[in-house]
């Protein structure tokens, strides 16, 4: 299957700091990704789909001034969360969705973010 | 608005025997897929099999195949001879594949299977 990449995997930051997690399709062009959040033993949760040349379309309830989302490229999308806080700490897991049938999503491994 | 629903919370099966995980969906839309997905304890999304809902034959990928019923609204999935290696929670999940969509995946809650050896 194909390959998309998250980086960093894990990653520590104080509280009002800000964090960047990259998300890349390797082997495919993806003009639509998804931000996913998923809390311990929980299911995942659609946060946000980043669209390549326009803004982010953001689930009910995702700040988008919090959750910045930027798309740059074909394959490259980023997530940016502003002024972390304890309550932001989760595993932050992306996809990049195949541009023919049966348009499957592919999963980053994710990213665990731990806001101090 | 869809809708999947996993009943599940945990399954045990014993190493080489067959195990089915139930999932239920809901949707309006006369177009959709199904999906399922493995994430080991290591958090990776792992894609196993797809359905869509005007496929007449049920999918089959290697030890996974999806028990599919429209009718009941059912995308079962059955793993056959079970391995220790499939202990893991698994995710059913759909999204609609009208025309336009963006074809955001919708998920259940998950069931974590656990192969007894």
């Known amino acids: 299957g194909a390959v998309v990449s998250q980086h960093p995997s894990r990653v520590i930051c104080k509280s009002g700091t800000s964090v960047k997690i990259e998300c890349r399709s390797l082997?495919?062009?993806?003009?639509?990704m998804f931000w996913y959040r998923q809390f311990p033993k929980k299911s995942l949760m659609l946060m946000a789909t980043?669209?390549?040349?326009?803004?982010?379309?953001?689930e009910q309830g995702v700040e988008k001034d919090k959750f910045l989302i930027n798309h740059a490229s074909l394959t490259l999308s980023t997530l940016t969360v502003t002024s972390a806080h304890p309550e932001d700490s989760s595993f932050y897991i992306c996809?990049?969705?195949?541009?023919?049938?049966?348009?499957?999503?592919?999963f980053g491994p994710g990213t665990r973010l731990t806001v101090t | 608005a869809q809708k999947i629903t996993q009943t599940q919370p945990g399954m045990f099966v014993q190493e080489k025997e067959a195990v089915t995980l139930d999932c239920t969906y809901d949707?309006?839309?006369?177009?959709?897929?199904l999906f399922w997905y493995k994430q080991p304890s290591s958090g990776e999304m792992i894609f196993l099999i797809y359905?869509?809902?005007?496929?007449?034959q049920n999918a089959t990928e290697g030890r996974y195949s999806l028990n599919f019923q429209k009718a009941r609204k059912s995308a079962n999935l059955v793993i056959s001879a079970s391995q220790l290696g499939d202990s893991a929670m698994y995710f059913c999940?759909?999204?609609?594949?009208?025309?336009?969509?963006?074809?955001?995946?919708?998920f259940g809650s998950g069931t974590q299977l656990t192969v007894l050896p």
């Open positions: 996809s990049a969705r195949q541009t023919r049938a049966p348009y499957e999503q592919y």
């Open positions: 949707t309006s839309d006369p177009s959709y897929g």
């Open positions: 999940a759909m999204s609609s594949i009208s025309s336009g969509s963006a074809r955001q995946l919708t």
């Open positions: 980043s669209n390549e040349g326009s803004k982010a379309t953001y």
């Open positions: 082997d495919f062009q993806a003009t639509t």
């Open positions: 359905q869509g809902s005007y496929d007449q």
